[in-house]
C-alpha cells in the first residue's frame, strides 16, 4: 500500500486532494469547518486520513510516517498542517508538518456551534467528527426544557448541540480534564455551563444511581469506548455487555423518551448490535457523507413505548 502511494507523483496527490475537496465542498461553509476530507480508500488514499479542524488540517496515517510526496502535496495547499500515527496502543498528540503552527487552543465550527480543539492535548483534538449528523439529529429532535443525559460525553459536543436547542444536559464522564473542556465548550457557544449538570464519574455507577432516585431523561446518548472498566474494576465489552449497558440506561428513560446507542467496533454488525438493544422501537443511521470507506460507526436510535 505504501508502495503504491510512493508511486503516485505530487501533481497526482494534489489532484487526488483537490478532488476529495471539491467533492466536499457543500459540508464545508462558514457554520461547518470540522469535516473528513480524504477518507482512505474511498478517496483513492488507502491509511490515510486528512481532516479539517477549523483553520488547521490533520493527516492520519496507519502507516508509521507520513509519505514524503503526500507530505509536500498536503503542504502545497499552505494550511497548518499536522500529522499523527493511527495507533490504539501508542496515543500520541499530533506533530506539526507544515504551515503555520496552532499553538495552545482553538476554535473549530460545527453547524455554527464552536469547539475547542487542539493539537497538543493528546491523541484526540476535541471532538469526534463522526457523530456529526447524530448531534444534529439530536438537536433537531429535543425540545426546550428537554433532559439530556450524555454519557462516556469526552469534550461533551454532544451536550452543546442539545444546549443549543434549548435542553437541559447532563454530562458525564471519568475524566475531569474533560468536563473542564465541556465546560468551555458551553462557554464558546455562549450558554452559561452554571445551567447545566456535570457529573465525574463511571456510567454504569451513575445509571444505577439515577434508577434508583427515579430520575428520567428525555434522551440519553451512549457511545462508549470498545473497552471499558467500571467503578469497581469490572470489564465492560461491547460485543458481549452493551444490552447490559442499554438496560441501565433504559430505565432512566421518559415514555416516549429516546437512546441513541452507538459503538465503533469493527468486529460486529448492525444487525447483531441492534439484536443486542431491546424493549424499544429501533431506527439505524448512517454514517456522514464525508465518511466514504467502509462505515465503522453504527448508530441506533431507540424510541421507548
Ligand atoms: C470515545 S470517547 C466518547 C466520544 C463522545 N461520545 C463524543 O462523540 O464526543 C470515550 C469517553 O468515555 C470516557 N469513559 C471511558 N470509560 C468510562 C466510564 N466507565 N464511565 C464514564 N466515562 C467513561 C472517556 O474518558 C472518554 O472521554
Not at 136 to 150: E, I, Q, S, Y
Not at 160 to 180: E, F, I, M
Request: contains cysteine; neutral net charge; glycine residues 8%.
Amino acid at each position: 500500500m505504501l508502495e503504491r502511494q510512493r508511486a503516485m507523483s505530487i501533481p497526482r496527490l494534489q489532484e487526488i486532494i483537490s478532488r476529495s475537496l471539491k467533492k466536499r465542498q457543500s459540508l464545508q461553509n462558514s457554520e461547518t469547518d470540522l469535516i473528513r476530507l480524504i477518507d482512505g480508500s474511498g478517496d483513492e488514499l488507502p491509511g490515510n486520513i486528512l481532516e479539517s479542524y477549523g483553520e488547521g488540517w490533520l493527516i492520519s496515517t496507519t502507516g508509521p510516517g507520513l509519505n514524503p510526496e503526500l507530505r509536500d502535496a498536503l503542504a502545497s495547499f499552505g494550511k497548518p498542517l499536522y500529522w499523527k500515527r493511527l495507533d490504539q496502543h501508542q496515543k500520541e498528540s499530533p506533530v506539526h508538518v507544515s504551515g503555520p503552527e496552532i499553538p495552545g487552543f482553538f476554535t473549530g465550527m460545527e453547524n455554527g456551534l464552536k469547539c475547542r480543539l487542539s493539537f497538543q492535548s493528546g491523541y484526540s483534538q476535541g471532538i469526534f467528527l463522526d457523530q456529526r449528523d447524530n448531534r444534529a439529529a439530536l438537536r433537531a429532535m429535543v425540545k426546550p426544557g428537554d433532559t439530556v443525559l450524555n454519557t462516556f460525553a469526552y469534550t461533551g459536543f454532544f451536550s452543546v448541540a442539545a444546549a443549543a436547542a434549548g435542553a437541559v444536559t447532563s454530562t458525564l464522564d471519568l475524566s475531569q480534564v474533560y468536563l473542564d473542556w465541556a465546560r468551555e465548550n458551553f462557554r464558546l457557544n455562549d450558554m452559561p455551563p452554571e445551567d447545566h449538570f456535570f457529573c465525574k464519574g463511571d456510567t454504569f455507577h451513575w445509571l444505577r444511581r439515577f434508577a434508583k432516585q427515579s430520575r428520567k431523561f428525555n434522551v440519553i446518548i451512549l457511545d462508549p469506548p470498545t473497552f471499558s472498566r467500571d467503578d469497581k474494576g469490572k470489564v465492560f465489552r461491547v460485543e458481549k455487555d452493551y444490552g447490559r449497558l442499554f438496560e441501565l440506561a433504559a430505565a432512566c428513560i421518559v415514555p416516549g423518551g429516546k437512546i441513541l446507542a452507538c459503538t465503533n467496533y469493527r468486529g460486529m454488525s448492525t444487525q447483531d448490535f441492534m439484536a443486542q438493544l431491546s424493549g424499544a422501537r429501533l431506527e439505524a443511521a448512517e454514517m456522514p457523507d464525508d465518511f466514504t470507506d467502509s462505515p465503522y460507526l453504527k448508530s441506533v436510535w431507540a424510541t421507548f413505548p
